[in-house]
Nanobody, 121 residues
Framework: QVQLVQSGGGLVQPGGSLRLSCAGS????????IGWFRQSPGKEREGVSC????????YFKDSQKGRFTISRDSAKNTVYLQMNNLKPEDTAVYYC??????????????WGQGTQVTVSS
């Protein structure tokens, strides 16, 4: 069964850090670009970052670049999103998803279950 299993969310104070994980279950992520998205109540889902199969990264907003780092570990079949200096506006449900055509196409196939990130004092 093809699944993306997410972990690493939780409650953190402003300025804190979290590392989200997106692990492939039942298939290899090796050939896929993996994107991270987020959605907060009343807002549309927005792209956060994406990493292609060669390890090149894309960040969808300038405000995220530098604070967020996307990476992948093929041996663990996992993609990570390291989030530092978190702000309340980062609060959202975060999703990962696979893409066969890379990070510059809006075509994602399999989605993780989502994980809540809450940034609050």
């Amino acid at each position: 069964q093809v699944q993306l299993v997410q972990s690493g969310g939780g409650l953190v104070q402003p300025g804190g850090s979290l590392r989200l994980s997106c692990a492939g279950s039942g298939f290899s992520l090796y050939y896929y670009a993996i994107g991270w998205f987020r959605q907060s109540p009343g807002k549309e889902r927005e792209g956060v970052s994406c990493i292609n199969s060669s390890g090149e990264s894309r960040y969808f907003k300038d405000s995220q670049k530098g604070r967020f780092t996307i990476s992948r570990d093929s041996a663990k079949n996992t993609v990570y999103l390291q989030m530092n200096n978190l702000k309340p506006e980062d609060t959202a449900v975060y999703y990962c998803a696979t893409a066969r055509r890379g990070c510059y196409y809006d075509e994602y196939d399999y989605w993780g279950q989502g994980t809540q990130v809450t940034v609050s004092s």
